[in-house]
Every structure is written in structure tokens, then in C-alpha cells.
């Protein structure tokens, strides 16, 4: 099934293109409906490919689909391995579900066929960045994501919070990529080529010490735009503001994903850059503390759940940084079912509550929708960290492997012990408010169940959420055993014996329960608490980084392009074109006064003209 591979990217790509030209003559709901299959078609094929690497039949094999850019080593080439497989799995698999869920969402949207065509690029970007083999197409799949992330975020155009929104990720991205592009730069200029084989074959040869961290820093930098890490974080939340299927794929299955994914696949260089790690590891735990504590305070439900997903990607970051990558890629692969539930179920409410997404204005759910109440427990409880849903395995995995570290290290450990309290507690908070207590909605709302094309997807993410988790625990490691082929080279955490996890993995539960029982008792009273005081306004206002930016960054660069724009554009960029202008005209006017019209003036000129040039030619030839 190798061979066809490629069809996991071509097909998401034609119903993009199909959709995009032909879309308003198939109409609603057959435009969706062919959008939806292309995807399932993708995750079919993609199913026994990577079922091949579980029974030991698969290999690692690169499949050469043609020539591009042979010179630098950038052919369109698919690197089929482990880490491919999973990635592939999650977007297809994830994607197909909110795909279908969409379908009953976008119901009635004018824009119905456009929204699915860029649904679908979305994907097909996604899959080109997680299959290249090299940095080169990696870089363009890179680029498509941040493409179809402005076109979804800003879909409701009309909305100036959507449109600002979208150029916002756009934005903020291009800065991130600004530092994935120079490394690539420093890899060709070490190395020749961008394929990934030679690179990471040779790369412990090759590097020194300071070139690796120069790269991997750079690189971490692209990976921070994408996966939302401080300093860049800022765009994510404001993403919410596109339909909240959007938000799922997002924040669950695709763009955020990337970055984690990127520094797993250069493990090789990162691992020859220690202070890379360090500084990645500080980053990421540092990125969960603040994202924690700005979602504790959030009326919107959308919102929490979206500084919960930068908390979460503080966690893989965290993992990817202490060299910890299967854990990295295990949380990637959980957090991708529960927030993909816990977005979907989100959306359900809002689809219920008649747009109303202020959890102040919710409660008492629990009887109206008991198909969405039910699932979005499950994805509470599992990012939560609640033994033994999928969140509890892959969570402590990663504060396990912080700890083995040892040294300084065991204060990242307990910054994300305390991340894993808050955690608890704004998502028993936000149940609460949502599902629980007594009714707080208007008169004129009736909320009830969504239909089966969004309760569906619920369900069976739902059941993911539960069971994911046990494919990598301490007795039965068949996670790590089956990536380990995409880590050839890369060493284990050491000092990780069974007595030590489960007592880690002991702390932490009683951790999660005690924030669970935090959350349970502030908020489970009919009437809400007041939430007053300095940390809980500045907590709402997410600690004005905004603010911050827009005046120490964004305010003085739109004073310098208002500058440019008044002063350098017509000065001296008008001014030159002019002056060109002016020049041509007067050398033109000067010339044109020896057009006089009269034939005797012409001939004569003409005479004199061979005259002078019979002299030139004896004078040249020594006729003389």
C-alpha cells in the first residue's frame, strides 16, 4: 500500500480544487460530502500502510514520487517510517471526524462549498509537511498550513474580529518562519543537500557544537510560530474566532502540531545541542505556566479551551526539549482526541445555546444534551489527567522523564506538576459552569441535542480519549517500541525504573484529584463565585501581553510605515521613478527639436553624416 501514498495528499488536494471551482454547482450538502470522502479515502489507505509497521512487515522506505529540485536534495519524495504513520493517522483519522462534524455545523452557510475546499487544502498541507523526506518540501507543506490557517481563522470575513484574527496567525507565523527559513539556510550551506537521510546520517560527523545549537534554535523558532510557544503564542487564542470546526482541527490534529512534529524529526540535531534543549524544555514549561493561569480566569468556553491547548503544547515542547520525544509524540497523539472532543463538544453547546459561547450564561445542560454532556466529561477527565484515561498515561510520561533528568531540571518538574493542578481546575470549572447547576441562559434559548453528523464524531473521539492512552504504559510500552525506528540514534531516558513512575505517576493523580476537587466545590453552588480581585483581572485580560506587544512592537512599526508611506514612497521612491520620468521627457524634447519637417534640412544632415563617417572608416582603416 506504500505505492499509494502519494494519494493521501493528491486526493484531499482535488476535492480542495473541485470544491473551490465547481463547488456552488454541487451544492450543499454534496460539495461537504464529497470533501468528507476524499479524507476517509486518504485515512483508508493510510490504515494498512501503518498497520504493516505493527505486525513487523512495514520498513522505513523513502517512495520518489518525481523530480523537483534534485540539486539541493529537495525531490518531492515521501518518507514513510513510524513517526509518518502516526502524524498521518492523527491528521486523516482526527480530520475525517471534524470533517463530518462540519457537516451538520456548517449547515446553511452561505459559503458552504468554499469552507470545505479549504478544509480539505488544509489537510492535504498538513500531509505534505508530515511525509516529506526533505526540508525543502517540509518547508512548503509548512507554508500551505500557515495559508490555510489564515483562509479558515478569517472565514467569516465580515467579522473584523475574524479578519484581524486571521492576519494575526498569518502574521505572527511569517515571524516563526523567518527562523525555520535561516536555518535552512546554515543546513544546505553544511550540508548540500536538504534531504533528510543525509543529513541526519552525517550531521554527528559534521556539526560542531555551535552550529547545531545555531540550527536547532532557528528551527525552534519556526516551531514556537507554529506550536504556539512564548513568545509567539498570542495568535492561538484569537484563532477561535473562525467556525469551530476550525478550532478543532487547529488546535487538535494539524497546524499546532507541527512544530512538536518538526523538532521530533530532527532529534538527530537536536540532540547534539544540549543548551538547545534546555532552552526548548524552559520554554515549554514556561508556556504551560502562563497559558494555565490565563484559562483559569476565561468566560468564553472557546477561549479556555484554547490557552488550555498552548498549555498542552507547553507540555509536548517540554517533553521534545528534555529528549523525551516518544512522549512528546505520545501527548500529540492524545491531546489530538481529547481537544478535538472537547472543541466539537464546545461547538455542540454553542450550536445548542444559539451562539452564546459566555459559560456565565450557560448551567443545567446536563438533561438538554446528554450525548454532548457525557462526551465532553470524558475529554474533561482525560485532560484532566484522571487515571486511566488517555490523558493521565501521556501526561505523566513527560513529568516522568522531566524528573529522570535530575538537576535543575526537577524545577521544571514541579512548575509542571503545578500546571497539571490548574488544569484540573479550569476544565472541572468550565464543566461545571457549562453542564452543571441551575439554568442561567435567556428565556428566548432553547437549547437541545445536535444531530447525529456532530454527536457521531463525539462518541467515537470519545471512546479514543478513553482507550489511547493504554497503547504506552509502564508495563506495556508498545508506543515506544513502535517508534523506535524513527529515533534510530537518538538515546532513552535513563533512571526511569517502574518503582519511581508509578510513585510520579501516584503525586500527580492525587495532584489532578485535588484540582478536580478544587474546581468541583468553587463552582458546583448555584450561585457563582465572585471572581474579584488584581490576578483575576489580569488573568481575563491575559495579562495585557496584547497590550504589550501592540505598543512596544505593532504601534511603533505602523509609525514607521505610516512614515514610509508618506514621506520615503513619495519622495523617494515616486520621486525617483519621476525624475527618470522628467529626464526621458526633456532628453526626448531636446531631440525633437530637430524635427523640423523639412526634407533640405534632412538631406543636408545626411550628407554631412557620410562625410564624417567616410573620414571615420580611411581614418580607422589608415587610408590616410
Known amino acids: 500500500m506504500t505505492d499509494l501514498l502519494w494519494l493521501v495528499i493528491a486526493l484531499p488536494l482535488l476535492g480542495a480544487v473541485v470544491n473551490l471551482f465547481f463547488g456552488k454547482r454541487l451544492g450543499e450538502p454534496v460539495a461537504g460530502g464529497l470533501s468528507v470522502g476524499v479524507v476517509v479515502a486518504s485515512w483508508a489507505i493510510a490504515v494498512p500502510a501503518t498497520l504493516s509497521f505493527v505486525t513487523g512487515s512495514g520498513q ?28 498521518t493517522m492523527i491528521v486523516t483519522g482526527v480530520g475525517a471526524l471534524i470533517h463530518i462534524y462540519s457537516l451538520g455545523y456548517m449547515r446553511g452557510d452561505e459559503r458552504y462549498p468554499r469552507f470545505f475546499a479549504f478544509l480539505n487544502l488544509f489537510i492535504a498541507s498538513m500531509m505534505i509537511l508530515v511525509l516529506s523526506a526533505n526540508f525543502a518540501m517540509m518547508f512548503v507543506g509548512w507554508e500551505l498550513v500557515g495559508l490555510s490557517s489564515y483562509l479558515l481563522i478569517s472565514f467569516w470575513f465580515t467579522k473584523p474580529e475574524a479578519a484581524a484574527a486571521g492576519k494575526k496567525a498569518f502574521i505572527v507565523n511569517r515571524i516563526g518562519d523567518w527562523g525555520f527559513l ?100 524552559v520554554v515549554g514549561t514556561l508556556t504551560a505556566l502562563v497559558a494555565a493561569l490565563i484559562a483559569v480566569s476565561q468566560t468564553d468556553i472557546k477561549k479556555v ?66 450525548v454532548t454532556f457525557i462526551t465532553m466529561a470524558i475529554g474533561w477527565l482525560a485532560i484532566s489527567g484522571i487515571f486511566p484515561f488517555a490523558g493521565f498515561w501521556s501526561k505523566d510520561e513527560i513529568l516522568a522523564a522531566t524528573f529522570a533528568k535530575g538537576g535543575a531540571f526537577i524545577v521544571l518538574w514541579a ?47 470519545g471512546f479514543f480519549s478513553v482507550s489511547a492512552g493504554l497503547v504506552n504504559t509502564p508495563a506495556r510500552l508498545a508506543f515506544e517500541h513502535f517508534l523506535e525506528p524513527s529515533f534510530v540514534g537518538v538515546p532513552h531516558i535513563k533512571g526511569l525504573t517502574l518503582g519511581l513512575i508509578v510513585t510520579l505517576a501516584v503525586v500527580s493523580l492525587v495532584v489532578a484529584l485535588a484540582g478536580v476537587t478544587w474546581g468541583w466545590l468553587a463552582y458546583r453552588r448555584d450561585e457563582l463565585p465572585a471572581e474579584d480581585g488584581a490576578f483575576w483581572r489580569r488573568s481575563l485580560e491575559a495579562f495585557a501581553v ?30 525617483a521613478a519621476h525624475g527618470v520620468a522628467r529626464g526621458v521627457l526633456r532628453f526626448g524634447s531636446v531631440l525633437g527639436k530637430l524635427q523640423t519637417g523639412q526634407v533640405r534640412g534632412y538631406a543636408g544632415g545626411m550628407a554631412v553624416a557620410g562625410v564624417i563617417l567616410i573620414f571615420v572608416f580611411l581614418a580607422v582603416g589608415g587610408g590616410f
Open 60 to 87: 522505513v522506505e523513502t517512495i520518489y514520487l518525481f523530480s523537483w529540485i534534485p540539486v539541493v536534495g529537495a525531490d518531492a519524495a515521501i518518507l514513510w517510517d513510524p513517526l509518518s504513520a502516526v502524524m
Open 182 to 281: 535561516v536555518a535552512l539556510m546554515i543546513i544546505f550551506a553544511t550540508f548540500g543537500t536538504f534531504d533528510f537521510g543525509t543529513i541526519f546520517t552525517t550531521a554527528p560527523g559534521i556539526l560542531t557544537v555551535g552550529a547545531a545549537t545555531a540550527i536547532t534554535l532557528l528551527l525552534f523558532v519556526g516551531a514556537a510560530g507554529k506550536s504556539a510557544q512564548i513568545p509567539l503564542y498570542i495568535w492561538l487564542p484569537d484563532a477561535m474566532e473562525g467556525p469551530t470546526p476550525v478550532s478543532a482541527l487547529i488546535h487538535a490534529a494539524t497546524m499546532v502540531t507541527a512544530g512538536v512534529f518538526m523538532i521530533a524529526r530532527a532529534a538527530v540535531l537536536f540532540e547534539l545541542a544540549p543548551v538547545s534543549g534546555a532552552v526548548i524544555a
Open 305 to 370: 479551551l484554547a490557552y488550555s491547548t498552548i498549555s498542552q503544547l507547553g507540555f509536548m515542547v517540554l517533553a521534545v526539549g528534555v529528549g523525551a520525544y516518544t512522549a512528546g509524540v505520545f501527548h500529540l497523539a492524545t491531546h489530538a482526541f481529547f481537544k478535538a472532543l472537547l472543541f466539537l463538544g464546545a461547538g455542540s453547546v454553542i450550536h445548542a445555546m444559539a451562539g452564546e459561547q459566555d459559560m456565565r450564561k450557560m448551567g443545567g445542560l446536563r438533561k438538554m444534551m446528554p
Open 415 to 461: 512548575v509542571g506538576l503545578f500546571v497539571a493542578l490548574l488544569t484540573a481546575f479550569y476544565m472541572t470549572r468550565m464543566f461545571v459552569m457549562t453542564f452543571l447547576g441551575r439554568p442561567r441562559w435567556d428565556g428566548g434559548t432553547h437549547p437541545h441535542e445536535s444531530p447525529a453528523t456532530m454527536t457521531v464524531p463525539l462518541i467515537v473521539l
Open 546 to 575: 496584547d497590550d504589550f506587544y501592540g505598543r512596544v512592537i505593532v504601534a511603533p512599526g505602523k509609525r514607521v510605515s505610516t512614515w514610509a508611506a508618506e514621506t520615503m514612497d513619495p519622495r523617494v521612491i515616486d520621486g
